[in-house]
């Protein structure tokens, strides 16, 4: 098989061309998707492909059609997906043709409340995503990360202020409302959160408006530039906190850190990893150092 990087994905030459997360469509290949994250839908979205079942139902209700399967067999591949950990839905793309190859696409390897981390499966080449798999990323447990979320919720709210945690209407959204339900409360989301949540049994309540009392929201980040004209309009004071691996105060990321990706590669227990998106030179080079051998991904790279 040949490899190529495609958009934030990874096209493969395998006499029929995978495309995988690409961001244009390619011309006679499949075009798959691992997740529902929007930067990894640009080729599904202009004529379809396919993803896994979950994703594919998370899919439709954002308005995108693409065909959703347990397996397939593309020419002489047989392709297989499985659990990511990265959001709810999330897939890793199994390639087998004489030489297996896992795709990881966007990966978690912790559990947290509605999604289990990352299934491991052995596999000749590890093709894997590295945004956050560099040594100076380590996350807290989620167990410390929830301690933490549960008390800026209890302080706050016991201080009359309504608590705006920012996430995107799929991912993050159905983790922090997985939680909030786990404490026994319901937050206010917009109805294409809500429309996710319901997906996956989440209790929440559609905001059709903001609240005159201290209430708990779950909102997309671009309301955070109105928080303080919130505060002004129901006379609440409005917080807000970003869930999310690029900020310090609650670094509760959907992607594996270092330590976590280390551990997941030794699991894996392949001949060759090939690093993948941000950081992907310097994670081979950190992961060469640590005896794997890896190459980051480049154009015809033949495994
Ligand atoms: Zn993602």
Do not use: C
């Amino acid at each position: 098989m040949i490899l190529y990087p495609s958009g934030n994905g990874v096209m493969v030459d395998a006499g029929r061309k995978i495309v995988v997360d690409g961001a244009r469509r390619v011309k006679g290949a499949i075009h798959v998707v691992t997740h529902a994250h929007w930067d990894h839908l640009g080729a599904v979205r202009r004529g379809g492909g396919f993803s896994n079942i979950e994703t594919a139902e998370i899919l439709r209700k954002r308005g995108i059609e693409v065909e959703g399967v347990e397996g397939m067999e593309v020419g002489e591949v047989e392709v297989r997906f499985l659990n990511a950990g990265h959001i709810v839905g999330s897939s890793q793309v199994l390639l087998l043709n004489g030489k297996d190859v896992l795709i990881t696409g966007d990966f978690k390897v912790e559990d947290d409340v509605v999604v289990r981390g990352a299934d491991v499966e052995n596999v000749d080449v590890l093709v894997m995503d590295t945004t956050f798999s560099v040594p100076y990323f380590r996350f807290p447990s989620r167990r410390t990360l929830y301690r933490q979320l549960k008390s800026f919720l209890r302080e706050h709210l016991s201080q009359g202020r309504s608590v705006v945690l920012f996430g995107y209407a799929v991912g993050k959204a159905q983790e922090l409302t997985g939680f909030l339900n786990t404490l026994g409360m319901k937050p206010y989301v917009l109805p294409e959160t809500h429309a996710v949540n319901a997906l996956f049994g989440l209790e929440d309540r559609v905001a059709h408006s903001v609240r005159n009392e201290p209430a708990v929201y779950i909102l997309p980040p671009r309301f955070k530039k109105v928080l303080d004209a919130l505060s002004f309009q129901t006379g609440v004071p409005f917080v807000g906190l970003f869930a999310s691996g690029w900020n310090p105060e609650l670094p509760l990321s959907s992607h594996a850190d270092w330590y976590q990706t280390v551990k997941y590669v030794e699991s894996v227990s392949p001949e060759l990893v090939v690093t993948y998106g941000q950081h992907a030179e310097a994670s081979a080079k950190f992961l060469k150092a640590e005896g794997f051998d890896a190459v980051p991904l480049r154009n015809g790279l033949f495994v």
